[in-house]
């Protein structure tokens, strides 16, 4: 695979990359976790503030008006991306987990005992639990695809809990702790044939692959706009339009209503039954310009980079000695999930952030995976299409600095 | 035997033989190795301390009216941390321990682990000493 990622002309996009950390040059390998946001998506947000900040929808004047035209192009840049069939498919959310919380509380109007939902042991905290509360809720049973020892899901055992039972399906797209990526056309496919609808958490996996909702045939995709280039507190959940009309609201309150009497209130239609109050305006604008950031470098480019960046990292993290990677799938994002043999991972994150160097440590909100390995934490590295291999080699430098203090 | 602010002190002039942070650092997980460690069986869940990402369990006795500290800890440079906090909070009656400040962690360099957000739980870890000296004044009376 060839890219063609300018990369002295993309950091130039990201003003953070220039600065310095603890007196050494920002490494920054923490993107699963959040990424950079380029200029052009920060002068959105200067721009609306100075410009045309107002609130959307149902005002008369001129400046309501620009925010809200600006607002809904922004849901058709979103729709576009992910190829929904409709814009009213596209509910603006404050994140995944808003997206996840939103399905879930729909379908407990949807369950009754004895249905079963199938999770998979992959998942980040926010993909289960609110899968548990809605069990708790309805007395439906929670099933779990176990994963392999290269963190993979064990692809039989989930044909094997697939029944009539099954009602729901939830998978992330890619495992923010591992970085694999899921067999999610198949899981859709198989679930379909049962009956059962699919959401799947697309939060690791937007920054990377354009996911096409309606090849995927998937009902229910989630993503969030901060790992995407955009602000926080802004995310996108896709519905397919039957399920929106067929769950009820969330949250009650201005925006989503039709008609309020105190003997009965309507609901409006989509995608603003789904979202009360006055949204992230601001949030929402902006994420749409990461996400034209995006499509103008290319996902291909995008993935190609990575994939470069992933192979050279690995090569070079192996070589340091005793290190231990989780996650060895050959379907996988540029994500590093490692340990050195008899050090903790906070440790070595404590020590290479003193040099500069920004990864995560401890069990990623999926505490799961590491009880499976058995593990306190990992380290994670994480990279992003606006990194470099000297930046790994800095990495790979002060991750043997770490493993000579910490011995 | 010395009391808080002395070991203190102490610490404080220790450190200030380094100059740079690695050095610091390397001392403190020397610290660590030479941490009184806790007894195996109360490294149980209740004395692991909340809000450290490394995991670190604290044990406090009563010998002739001072209270004495034990502790451990999975990562290093926690272990240190906590070293450090039980050499000078250690064999102190419960009132002294009660009334001393810890503004000696930001003179040895380690004032960016004192933010409570921090994920290493260094103002858990002192929380927890004082607890434990609270909890033996309050039997003591």
């Not at chain 1, 809605?134 to 176990?146: F, H, R």
């Not at chain 1, 998937?218 to 802004?234: A, E, I, L, W």
């Not at chain 1, 929402?284 to 050279?312: C, D, P, Q, R, S």
Request: glycine fraction near 8%; include cysteine; charge should be negative.
């Amino acid at each position: 695979m060839s890219h063609q990622i300018d990369i002295e002309k993309v950091r130039a996009d990201f003003p953070i990359l220039s600065r310095k950390v603890n007196g050494h040059p920002l490494v920054y390998f923490d993107n699963a976790a959040t990424s950079q946001t380029p200029k052009v998506v920060i002068d959105a947000i200067v721009e609306y503030y100075e410009q045309y900040n107002a609130n959307i929808h149902r005002g008369v004047h001129s400046l309501s008006q620009e925010a809200t035209d600006a607002y809904e192009q922004a849901r058709e840049t979103l729709r576009a991306h992910f190829n929904a069939a409709k814009k009213e498919e596209i509910i603006f959310t404050s994140g995944t987990t808003h997206g996840i919380n939103l399905v879930a509380n729909g379908f407990a109007s949807q369950l009754k005992a004895g249905d079963e939902v199938i999770v998979s042991a992959l998942e980040h905290h926010s993909n289960i639990v609110p899968w548990q509360m809605l069990c708790e809720k309805t007395g439906a049973q929670l099933k779990v695809i176990p994963m392999t020892n290269s963190g993979e899901l064990a692809m039989d055992a989930f044909h094997e809990l697939l029944s009539d039972k099954t009602k729901l399906v939830f998978v992330n797209h890619v495992s923010n702790a591992l970085g694999t990526i899921n067999p999610i056309e198949t899981i859709i496919s198989e679930a379909h044939k049962k009956g059962a609808a699919v959401l799947i958490d697309g939060a690791q996996a937007a920054p990377h692959i354009k996911a096409d909702v309606q090849a995927l045939d998937v009902d229910f995709y989630v993503v969030s706009g901060h790992k995407m280039c955009g602000p926080t507190g802004v995310g996108v959940l896709y519905g397919k339009e039957e399920w929106l009309i067929k769950l009820p609201p969330y949250q009650g309150g201005g925006e989503m209503i039709d008609q309020v009497t105190f003997e009965k209130t309507t609901y409006a239609g989509l995608p603003h039954k789904f979202e009360a109050g006055t949204p992230n305006i601001c949030g929402g604008i902006a994420f749409g310009k990461a996400i034209e950031y995006l499509n103008g470098l290319g996902f291909e480019n995008i993935a190609a980079y990575e994939h470069e960046l992933l192979t050279y990292a690995t090569e070079q993290l192996l070589a340091v000695g005793d290190v231990m990677i989780y996650g060895t799938s050959s379907e996988k994002t540029a994500v590093i999930s490692f340990n050195i043999e008899g050090i903790h991972p906070y440790d070595i994150g404590t020590i290479i952030d003193k040099l500069g160097i920004a990864v995560r440590t401890g069990h990623h909100c999926a505490q799961p995976i590491m009880d499976y390995y058995k593990i306190p934490g990992t380290v994670r590295a994480s990279f992003s299409f606006y990194n470099t291999k000297e930046e790994i080699d800095a990495f790979v430098q002060a991750v043997k600095r770490a493993k000579i203090m910490l011995s | 035997m010395s009391n808080i602010k002395e070991i203190q002190e102490e610490i404080v002039d220790e450190f200030a033989m380094f100059d740079d942070w690695m050095q610091r650092y390397e001392y403190m997980i020397e610290l660590g190795k030479s941490l009184p460690l806790i007894d195996e069986q109360y490294k149980t869940d209740e004395n692991i301390i909340k809000g450290c990402q490394s995991k670190v369990w604290v044990h406090a006795d009563m010998e002739d009216g001072k209270v004495v500290f034990t502790a451990d800890s999975d990562a290093i440079i926690t272990k240190g941390i906590i070293a450090i906090l039980v050499r000078a909070f250690s064999n102190q009656e419960p009132k002294a321990i009660l009334d001393a400040n810890t503004d000696f962690i930001d003179e040895i360099g380690l004032k960016e682990h004192l933010s409570p957000t921090r994920a290493n739980g260094l103002v858990s870890m002192i929380k927890q000493l004082k607890m434990y000296a609270l909890a033996y004044q309050t039997k003591v009376q």
